[in-house]
Nanobody, 116 residues
Framework: QVQLVESGGGLVQAGGSHTLSCAAP????????MDWYRQAPGKQREWVAH???????SYSDSVKGRFTISRDNAKNTMYLQMNSLNPEDTAVYYCYLGIGDYQDYWGQGTQVTVAS
């Protein structure tokens, strides 16, 4: 079982910045791509950002230009730097790691609330 541990959720003022972290076991982390997802109240979980094991990134249109995904392979940790936050970014944020076609691992989720 692969355990992903998120941290960094909290309350942020609109227009502010915040950073989330996700730690994973070393051997798994360094050899796999990872993603951030989020789920707002009453909505389906949506994909936010992706980073390959080599550091190539991609973003959903809703966060492009405001969020930055990164990884530190020495610390086995992935990050999501969030800037220019607005109330629509309020959600539970999840990190995700997929291995092959059938192994899906999710973090426990961390709440980010953006106050207007």
């Amino acid at each position: 079982q692969v355990q992903l541990v998120e941290s960094g959720g909290g309350l942020v003022q609109a227009g502010g910045s915040h950073t989330l972290s996700c730690a994973a076991p070393g051997s798994i982390f360094r050899t796999n791509a990872m993603d951030w997802y989020r789920q707002a109240p009453g909505k389906q979980r949506e994909w936010v950002a992706h980073i390959t094991r080599g550091g190539i990134t991609s973003y959903s249109d809703s966060v492009k230009g405001r969020f930055t995904i990164s990884r530190d392979n020495a610390k086995n940790t992935m990050y999501l730097q969030m800037n220019s936050l607005n109330p629509e970014d309020t959600a539970v944020y999840y990190c995700y790691l997929g291995i092959g076609d059938y192994q899906d691992y999710w973090g426990q989720g961390t709440q980010v609330t953006v106050a207007s």
